[in-house]
T-cell receptor, first 113, second 115 residues
């Protein structure tokens, strides 16, 4: 059974600081997604990572994937208040359940001035 | 391009009542998903349709939940009768073609409160 663990679950940062959110998953998968969710809103897709060693960057966010370690990271550089949200990683089921995304519990990020 | 539409946005019912949610996916998206997101948790897949056929409903509580996508476009999710633990946000998502490598786009969700 595919399980996805994120840590930390809560993160309070000061503006201008760097930090990393970790996403570990338990079984083989060939796709990993990062989503952002603002309070009361739906999920916004940030990154899709499809291969080992994949790295994608958008603004102050950078995501990477290590399929051998079953680990993805979301790195935040020089945080700003606008990045405050909950971030989810989701891993695609393998084989017959390819459409089934298994989500982590989310990391609630709060960026303070 | 219009996104995934859902209605209603909010619903409050008493336990043992029935409720239905509606979803209209992005035009041309063959695959449609319903997720349940309980407060403080990540979304959990309830059911996945490919056109009008069910691909995966292994986590759908079939004694009280049902879903259909009769013409391969719109979908409805029904709960009958509702329980307190059904209080959650119900998210609809869609993707183009087969699930493999296709990104899912999420609707705004329906927030259900069961009293």
């Amino acid at each position: 059974e595919l399980k996805v663990e994120q840590n930390p679950l809560f993160l309070s940062m000061q503006e201008g600081k760097n930090y990393t959110i970790y996403c570990n998953y338990s079984t083989t998968s060939d796709r990993l997604y990062w989503y952002r969710q603002d309070p009361g809103k739906s999920l916004e897709s940030l990154f899709v990572l499809l291969s080992n060693g994949a790295v994608k960057q958008e603004g102050r966010l950078m995501a990477s994937l290590d399929t051998k370690a079953r680990l993805s990271t979301l790195h935040i550089t020089a945080a700003v208040h606008d990045l405050s949200a909950t971030y989810f990683c989701a891993v695609a089921g393998y084989g017959g359940s390819q459409g089934n995304l298994i989500f982590g519990k989310g990391t609630k990020l709060s960026v303070k001035p | 391009e219009a996104g995934v539409a859902q209605s209603p946005r909010y619903k409050i019912i008493e336990k043992r009542q029935s409720v239905a949610f509606w979803c209209n996916p992005i035009s041309g998206h063959a695959t449609l998903y319903w997720y349940q997101q309980i407060l403080g948790q990540g979304p959990k897949l309830l059911i996945q349709f490919q056109n009008n056929g069910v691909v995966d409903d292994s986590q759908l509580p079939k004694d009280r939940f049902s879903a259909e996508r009769l013409k391969g476009v719109d979908s409805t999710l029904k709960i009958q009768p509702a329980k307190l633990e059904d209080s959650a946000v119900y998210l609809c998502a869609s993707s183009f073609g087969t699930p493999s490598y296709n990104e899912q786009f999420f609707g705004p969700g329906t927030r259900l409160t069961v009293l």
